[in-house]
């Protein structure tokens, strides 16, 4: 059985990391999987927030959660394959607090899955050498909700049938309409029939793909992988296993910082190609690494190559990066055909182009400051690593220098990072006092303070988000809405009011990058309050300011989990209203009028309503009546795209001190970027409208 040691935690991220150690006796049968499912299923009863009990109704739901993770439209399995497995439906919860496993149901399960997906090869590749008869009008449902196991191979047959012709349908329309906007191209001098040949053959291409990858990577360790993280996520959907590679990626993605080859790859019809070179990275020092260079093989040192053709570009990534000064030697296919092995030593690579950035919004009554903020990042292993409260401020700086009249927060699609962070950075816009309040397991509760009386700006603020704006960009949103410190403009944000701490499994691999044997666990330890009491866990935060949102209609937020954590509010905090001098009533009444007598803004409320009805209908496999659905559904997306974009572009520059990163970057395809940005932030609507809030703002005082 297992031995437990638990070390006190350290503050590092959303609060802290613990090393969970256990080893093996030598004596005990058990595998290394058995030891690491059995250790955190005891992690989960101990340390998390709000543990499920582990019995047999648990037990159940991992059954039936691993089967839909495995087949998630249930066009794989058989009924019969489901019913031979039901022997483990009772029995996993045993195994997961260490009951000797007679045998392992997801080696089971996946090993009777890929055999089905061998089956389906087959099946696919039948069907799909025979015409389809588009004139037959008959439907499908693409609603998994909706599908059961098939109960025979005959039923399944008819599933795969009816998938096979509605993906060449896709294929099959799109073709006709190129064809249509290419007459004079005799490339598309082209029969009907020749069209839904290659509709047929572009739909096997991509099937053919998709299960060869997963054939590729779908090993003992990654069913493993799968079959944990089922577990995990029955206790709410934050907590999560990463294994050692994917516990690295995690901490890359906080930092913003990798070890790697300075490469930017792509996807070419399922090659793995550079797209394009970081000056001064390892890949372009060598000399010998080109933009559409073929990446084929992948090795660690001088150890066996992987053969990465058939990989997704991100698992592709996870292999070639690793730690600093590790040699990675990589096959490439040169655009010439000849092959050429190239030995590149790793390096540090930032990746700042995730990190705030700012630019002015020129007026002719003034200038507009805006920061945009992907995420709420923290590099803690380096003393002069990026903080984003540090970086913000220095936007801010660079900003006021600029005589701006107003900042405009970007916090859309921001999913959260450090909870530190966000206590610095709303430190940032307020004196002192308390920014968010937590509770742990026990029911105790604490406050996070700003404990800094400076405050480093002072002016209008109005802080952006949407549907994709979570954890500390809620906690962020919301303390500048309980001290009515700014205005929040936008869409609900997502609602996740969970704080999660990560804990390192086994031995640690050396004494410097954090990595363990076992990966890492993150788990909900704590929960998360507004100063006002209440709780952004489902609910998120409303704007104070509402504009439509087209995506509103999707089933993406916290309350759409089923694992998701329930609502609760604790007591109001002690704090003190900003005194703004505002009359935010007024800011709100006059943009809310605005809004309304905006044509764009009505078109895109109408058309979310309209893709919401539309969601879940049943899909026409007739090609009349397809292209009927298909004309209402994009022209409904193509309006959208075009309503999302201002007519006239609003005069937004660089400031000043960061003009050469975009005009005279050393690296053209990252000064592409950036100019890519721009260009998008000058047309965005929603930007648009909250300019108008500000200066709303400015005359309200």
Same mark, same amino acid.
């Given at each position: 059985?297992?031995? +437990?040691?638990?070390?006190?935690?350290?503050?590092?991220?959303?609060?802290?990391?613990?090393?969970?150690?256990?080893?093996?006796?030598?004596?005990?049968?058990?595998?290394?999987?058995?030891?690491?499912?059995?250790?955190?299923?005891?992690?989960?009863?101990?340390?998390?927030?709000?543990?499920?009990?582990?019995?047999?109704?648990?037990?159940?739901?991992?059954?039936?959660?691993?089967?839909?993770?495995?087949?998630?439209?249930?066009?794989?399995?058989?009924?019969?394959?489901?019913?031979?497995?039901?022997?483990?439906?009772?029995?996993?919860?045993?195994?997961?607090?260490?009951?000797?496993?007679?045998?392992?149901?997801?080696?089971?399960?996946?090993?009777?899955?890929?055999?089905?997906?061998?089956?389906?090869?087959?099946?696919?590749?039948?069907?799909?050498?025979?015409?389809?008869?588009?004139?037959?009008?008959?439907?499908?449902?693409?609603?998994?909700?909706?599908?059961?196991?098939?109960?025979?191979?005959?039923?399944?047959?008819?599933?795969?049938?009816?998938?096979?012709?509605?993906?060449?349908?896709?294929?099959?329309?799109?073709?006709?309409?190129?064809?249509?906007?290419?007459?004079?191209?005799?490339?598309?001098?082209?029969?009907?029939?020749?069209?839904?040949?290659?509709?047929?053959?572009?739909?096997?291409?991509?099937?053919?793909?998709?299960?060869?990858?997963?054939?590729?990577?779908?090993?003992?360790?990654?069913?493993?992988?799968?079959?944990?993280?089922?577990?995990?996520?029955?206790?709410?959907?934050?907590?999560?296993?990463?294994?050692?590679?994917?516990?690295?990626?995690?901490?890359?993605?906080?930092?913003?910082?990798?070890?790697?080859?300075?490469?930017?790859?792509?996807?070419?019809?399922?090659?793995?190609?550079?797209?394009?070179?970081?000056?001064?990275?390892?890949?372009?020092?060598?000399?010998?690494?080109?933009?559409?260079?073929?990446?084929?093989?992948?090795?660690?040192?001088?150890?066996?190559?992987?053969?990465?053709?058939?990989?997704?570009?991100?698992?592709?990534?996870?292999?070639? +990066?690793?730690?600093?000064?590790?040699?990675?030697?990589?096959?490439?296919?040169?655009?010439?055909?000849?092959?050429?092995?190239?030995?590149?030593?790793?390096?540090?690579?930032?990746?700042?182009?995730?990190?705030?950035?700012?630019?002015?919004?020129?007026?002719?009554?003034?200038?507009?400051?805006?920061?945009?903020?992907?995420?709420?990042?923290?590099?803690?292993?380096?003393?002069?690593?990026?903080?984003?409260?540090?970086?913000?401020?220095?936007?801010?700086?660079?900003?006021?220098?600029?005589?701006?009249?107003?900042?405009?927060?970007?916090?859309?699609?921001?999913?959260?990072?450090?909870?530190?962070?966000?206590?610095?950075?709303?430190?940032?816009?307020?004196?002192?006092?308390?920014?968010?309040?937590?509770?742990?397991?026990?029911?105790?509760?604490?406050?996070?303070?700003?404990?800094?009386?400076?405050?480093?700006?002072?002016?209008?603020?109005?802080?952006?988000?949407?549907?994709?704006?979570?954890?500390?960009?809620?906690?962020?949103?919301?303390?500048?809405?309980?001290?009515?410190?700014?205005?929040?403009?936008?869409?609900?944000?997502?609602?996740?009011?969970?704080?999660?701490?990560?804990?390192?499994?086994?031995?640690?691999?050396?004494?410097?990058?954090?990595?363990?044997?076992?990966?890492?666990?993150?788990?909900?330890?704590?929960?998360?309050?507004?100063?006002?009491?209440?709780?952004?866990?489902?609910?998120?935060?409303?704007?104070?300011?509402?504009?439509?949102?087209?995506?509103?209609?999707?089933?993406? +937020?916290?309350?759409?989990?089923?694992?998701?954590?329930?609502?609760?509010?604790?007591?109001?905090?002690?704090?003190?209203?900003?005194?703004?001098?505002?009359?935010?009533?007024?800011?709100?009444?006059?943009?809310?009028? +605005?809004?309304?007598?905006?044509?764009?803004?009505?078109?895109?409320?109408?058309?979310?309503?309209?893709?919401?009805?539309?969601?879940?209908?049943?899909?026409?496999?007739?090609?009349?009546?397809?292209?009927?659905?298909?004309?209402?559904?994009?022209?409904?997306?193509?309006?959208?795209?075009?309503?999302?974009?201002?007519?006239?572009?609003?005069?937004?520059?660089?400031?000043?001190?960061?003009?050469?990163?975009?005009?005279?970057?050393?690296?053209?395809?990252?000064?592409?970027?950036?100019?890519?940005?721009?260009?998008?932030?000058?047309?965005?609507?929603?930007?648009?409208?909250?300019?108008?809030?500000?200066?709303?703002?400015?005359?309200?005082?």
């Amino acid at each position: 059985m297992l031995k +437990r040691t638990v070390f006190p935690a350290a503050l590092i991220v959303l609060l802290g990391i613990t090393l969970w150690a256990f080893k093996r006796n030598d004596k005990s049968p058990e595998t290394k999987e058995q030891m690491l499912l059995t250790a955190i299923g005891t992690i989960l009863e101990q340390k998390h927030y709000s543990p499920k009990p582990i019995d047999d109704n648990f037990s159940k739901q991992v059954f039936t959660k691993y089967l839909q993770a495995l087949n998630p439209d249930k066009n794989i399995f058989l009924q019969s394959d489901i019913d031979y497995l039901k022997k483990y439906e009772l029995i996993l919860d045993d195994e997961i607090k260490g009951a000797p496993a007679s045998s392992q149901f997801y080696t089971d399960a996946a090993s009777i899955y890929l055999k089905r997906v061998g089956e389906i090869m087959a099946l696919y590749k039948e069907m799909l050498a025979k015409p389809f008869d588009f004139t037959i009008k008959e439907e499908i449902s693409l609603d998994d909700d909706k599908a059961r196991y098939a109960v025979d191979e005959t039923s399944r047959k008819e599933f795969w049938r009816k998938r096979l012709k509605y993906l060449t349908l896709e294929q099959y329309t799109d073709l006709l309409q190129q064809r249509s906007r290419n007459l004079d191209d005799t490339a598309w001098k082209k029969t009907d029939a020749q069209l839904e040949q290659m509709a047929r053959s572009k739909v096997q291409t991509v099937l053919d793909r998709s299960f060869n990858r997963q054939k590729l990577i779908f090993n003992g360790q990654e069913q493993f992988n799968t079959y944990v993280n089922v577990v995990t996520d029955l206790m709410d959907p934050h907590t999560e296993y990463f294994p050692p590679v994917e516990s690295r990626s995690f901490e890359e993605d906080l930092s913003g910082r990798f070890y790697g080859i300075g490469a930017q790859l792509k996807d070419d019809d399922g090659a793995i190609k550079i797209a394009s070179l970081i000056t001064g990275s390892p890949a372009w020092k060598s000399g010998k690494v080109q933009v559409n260079d073929e990446i084929i093989k992948v090795a660690q040192g001088n150890k066996e190559p992987v053969d990465v053709r058939g990989y997704a570009v991100t698992d592709a990534v996870k292999i070639i +990066r690793g730690s600093k000064g590790s040699e990675v030697r990589l096959t490439f296919k040169k655009t010439d055909g000849t092959t050429e092995v190239v030995s590149l030593i790793r390096d540090e690579i930032v990746q700042d182009e995730q990190f705030a950035r700012s630019a002015v919004i020129n007026q002719p009554n003034g200038k507009i400051g805006y920061i945009f903020l992907p995420e709420f990042y923290a590099d803690f292993d380096r003393p002069n690593g990026n903080r984003c409260s540090q970086d913000v401020a220095n936007e801010i700086i660079k900003l006021e220098k600029e005589n701006v009249q107003g900042i405009i927060l970007d916090l859309r699609n921001n999913g959260g990072g450090s909870l530190p962070e966000v206590v610095n950075m709303v430190g940032l816009f307020i004196k002192s006092g308390p920014v968010v309040q937590v509770k742990d397991r026990n029911g105790k509760p604490a406050i996070l303070p700003d404990n800094d009386t400076s405050v480093l700006y002072t002016g209008p603020l109005a802080v952006m988000v949407n549907e994709f704006s979570a954890s500390a960009s809620e906690i962020f949103a919301a303390a500048i809405q309980d001290y009515k410190r700014g205005i929040i403009v936008g869409s609900d944000t997502y609602g996740k009011g969970t704080v999660q701490r990560t804990l390192p499994l086994g031995k640690p691999l050396d004494l410097f990058s954090g990595q363990t044997e076992y990966g890492t666990l993150k788990l909900t330890f704590e929960k998360f309050y507004r100063i006002n009491g209440g709780s952004t866990q489902l609910k998120g935060v409303s704007p104070d300011i509402a504009m439509p949102d087209p995506y509103d209609y999707l089933k993406i +937020r916290e309350r759409d989990q089923p694992t998701a954590l329930a609502w609760d509010q604790l007591p109001k905090a002690d704090y003190t209203e900003f005194n703004t001098g505002i009359n935010w009533d007024a800011v709100e009444t006059e943009a809310k009028s +605005r809004i309304q007598a905006n044509p764009a803004f009505n078109a895109l409320a109408k058309n979310a309503l309209w893709l919401k009805e539309n969601a879940d209908r049943d899909y026409s496999l007739n090609l009349t009546e397809y292209q009927k659905q298909q004309s209402l559904l994009r022209n409904t997306v193509k309006q959208d795209d075009s309503l999302f974009r201002l007519s006239t572009a609003m005069n937004i520059q660089p400031v000043s001190a960061d003009s050469a990163k975009y005009y005279s970057n050393a690296d053209s395809a990252k000064g592409g970027r950036y100019l890519q940005w721009l260009k998008n932030v000058q047309k965005d609507i929603y930007i648009n409208e909250t300019v108008n809030v500000i200066n709303d703002i400015n005359k309200a005082h």
